[in-house]
C-alpha cells in the first residue's frame, strides 16, 4: 500500500521547511527510517526520515522549494501502485495547475485569461520573476525541448507564472544556436545573446552566458537560509525607523574580575558573558527597552529573553535563552555557550530561534571596531559589542593615561524609543560595567525628563 511521507512540523512557530536536499531517487528502496531529505527551518537543519519500508514512488518538491508543514514530500509502496492521490496542491508550481489556468487548456484559452492582466509582452527578459511565480507544465516541456533556459524570462500568465507562449516568443528572438551552443543552452541552463558572433548572428559556444550574468563576475542564485536571511533583514530595515548610538566603556573593572575568579578557581566567564549579565540589569532600569513594536501597540515583557546572535559555517544564527533576567552569571555563561555550540551542530530546535525580545550580537572578535546592527523586529533594540581599543583617560590627577575600551553600538527602532531614553539606557550599561560587572545594578538610573 503506498504510503505518503509528510514535511514534519519542527516547532509549534514553524510553518514551512526549506528542502535543501534530496537523498533518494525515484524508484529507490527504502527502509522505514531511512534518511530520505535535508530539510532546514528557521536556520536549523534536520533529516526528513521515511516513516515506511518499499520504493520511492514519487517526489513532489524540489530542492530549495519552500514546503508547507504537513504537506505531502513523497510517496513510498510498491512499483506499479498509483499515487496520485496524495500529490500535494501546490500554487505556482511547475507540476500542478493554478487558479486561472486549467493544466489541460490551450495556449489560447491561457492568453484570453490573461491578456488584459499582464504587462510584460511575451518573451520579455526580466529579473527572474517567472521563476518565483512557477511555470506551466506544457512551457516547462517546450523550454527543455527547444534549449531555453527560463532563469531570465518574464512570465505572462496568472501572478506572472511562465507560459508556453512565452517559451515560443523567446524562441523568436533569439538568435540560431551552433551545435555545442545548443548544449551549452539545454544542459548548463546557459542563454544566447540577442545575436551572436558566428555566420548570420549564429550564436557559438564562446557566446553562451549563464543567466543574469555580468562580464567577469559569477552569479549564483540566492536561495535556501541565505534568501531567509535577506527577505528579514530588508523587511526589519523597511519596517522600522532605525537609529544607532556608539558608546565606550572601560575594560579595567572586567579584566580584573575576571582575574580575580580564575584565581578562586570559578567557573570562567567571557567578556560576552559579562555584557550580556550587564544587559539585563540594565534593562531592570529601562523596562521599555525589552519590548516588541507592534504598530499600534507596545509590547513590554516582564522577563528578558535575550537573542544571543552565533556565526555557524551555515550562516548567521540567534538562538533564544528564555527568562534570561531569572539567570545567574554562571547559568547565562552556561546556558549561551550550550546553545552557541547547538546552532554550530545543527541541533537546536526551531523554536529555540524565536521569541526574543532583545538581540545581543559580537563582532569584536573579528576586529570589527563599531558597526550598524540590524533590528530583529519587532524587536525595539539590539546591542553590537566591538573589538577592544586602546584610548586615553584623565585621572582625577589630571594625568594621561590609556587603558582598554570596549565599543558598544545601541540599534534603537525610533517609532518606539526615543534617542534620549536609549542613550540614558546605554549610560546605565556602562556605568554598570565600569564599576561592578557581574554584579547587581547598584543604583538604578531613573529617567532624566
Same mark, same amino acid.
Not at 546572535?309 to 534570561?324: I, W
Not at 570589527?368 to 581599543?389: C, R, S, Y
Given at each position: 500500500? /503506498? ?25 529507490? $528502496? ?27 514512488? *514519487? ?32 500554487? =505556482? ?21 490573461? $491578456? ?68 551549452? *543552452? ?28 555580468? $562580464? ?13 536571511? *535577506? ?53 531592570? /532600569? ?37 527568562? *534570561? ?93 526615543? =534617542? ?25 538610573? $531613573?529617567?532624566?525628563?
Amino acid at each position: 500500500m /503506498a504510503v505518503p511521507i509528510i514535511m514534519p512540523r519542527q516547532g509549534q512557530s514553524v510553518e514551512s521547511c526549506i528542502l535543501t536536499e534530496w537523498k533518494v531517487s525515484i524508484g529507490d $528502496e527504502v527502509s522505514e527510517g531511512e534518511v530520505l531529505a535535508v530539510i532546514e527551518t528557521d536556520k536549523a537543519s534536520f533529516d526528513l526520515e521515511s516513516t515506511s519500508s518499499g520504493q520511492v514512488l *514519487a517526489l513532489f518538491w524540489e530542492e530549495e522549494d519552500d514546503v508547507p508543514v504537513l504537506a505531502n514530500v513523497a510517496v513510498i509502496g510498491t512499483e506499479g501502485e498509483n499515487w496520485e492521490e496524495f500529490r500535494p496542491p501546490k500554487s =505556482g508550481s511547475g507540476e500542478t495547475p493554478i487558479a486561472g489556468e486549467d493544466k489541460d487548456s490551450s495556449p489560447q484559452e491561457v492568453s484570453l485569461v490573461t $491578456e488584459e492582466s499582464r504587462t510584460p509582452e511575451p518573451g520579455e527578459l526580466s529579473n527572474g520573476i517567472g521563476i518565483a511565480a512557477g511555470i506551466s507544465p506544457r512551457a516547462r516541456k517546450l523550454a527543455d525541448r527547444m534549449a531555453i533556459s527560463i532563469e531570465d524570462l518574464q512570465g505572462t500568465g496568472p501572478g506572472g507564472r511562465i507560459i508556453e507562449r512565452d517559451i515560443r516568443s523567446f524562441a523568436k528572438k533569439r538568435p540560431r544556436l551552433s551545435p555545442v551552443a545548443a548544449v551549452m *543552452a539545454r544542459e548548463n541552463a546557459m542563454n544566447p545573446p540577442f545575436r551572436g558572433s558566428g555566420l548570420a548572428g549564429m550564436a557559438l559556444g564562446s557566446d553562451m552566458r549563464r543567466p543574469g550574468a555580468i $562580464e567577469g563576475a559569477e552569479v549564483e542564485p540566492v536561495r535556501g537560509i541565505r534568501k531567509v536571511i *535577506a527577505e528579514r533583514m530588508m523587511k526589519s530595515l523597511s519596517s522600522t525607523a532605525q537609529l544607532t548610538l556608539h558608546s565606550f566603556f572601560e575594560l579595567t573593572a572586567v579584566q580584573v574580575l575576571r582575574k580575580q575568579r580564575l584565581e578562586e578557581g570559578k567557573p570562567k566567564v567571557s567578556i560576552n558573558d559579562l555584557i550580556a549579565h550587564g544587559l539585563l540589569e540594565a534593562i531592570q /532600569a529601562h523596562p521599555e527597552m525589552n519590548a516588541h513594536f507592534l504598530g499600534d501597540k507596545m509590547a513590554i515583557f516582564e522577563k528578558v529573553h535575550l537573542g544571543v546572535a552565533v556565526d555557524t559555517p551555515r550562516g548567521l544564527m540567534v538562538p533564544v535563552v528564555r527568562n *534570561a533576567s531569572d539567570l545567574s552569571l554562571e547559568d547565562l555563561s552556561g546556558t549561551i555557550g550550550k546553545a552557541a555550540l547547538q546552532c554550530r551542530e545543527g541541533s537546536l530546535s526551531p523554536d529555540d530561534l524565536t521569541g526574543g525580545s532583545f538581540t545581543l550580537t559580537n563582532l569584536g572578535m573579528l576586529g570589527v571596531e563599531t558597526f550598524t546592527p540590524v533590528l530583529n523586529a519587532p524587536e525595539v533594540a539590539i546591542l553590537g559589542v566591538g573589538g577592544i581599543v586602546l584610548r586615553p583617560k584623565r585621572l582625577d590627577s589630571g594625568e594621561i593615561v590609556f587603558a582598554d575600551f570596549l565599543p558598544l553600538s545601541l540599534t534603537i527602532d525610533h517609532q518606539a524609543v526615543d =534617542g534620549s531614553p536609549a542613550a540614558r539606557f546605554l549610560q546605565t550599561l556602562v556605568d554598570h560595567m565600569e564599576k561592578n560587572p557581574g554584579g547587581k545594578l547598584s543604583q538604578p538610573k $531613573e529617567p532624566q525628563p
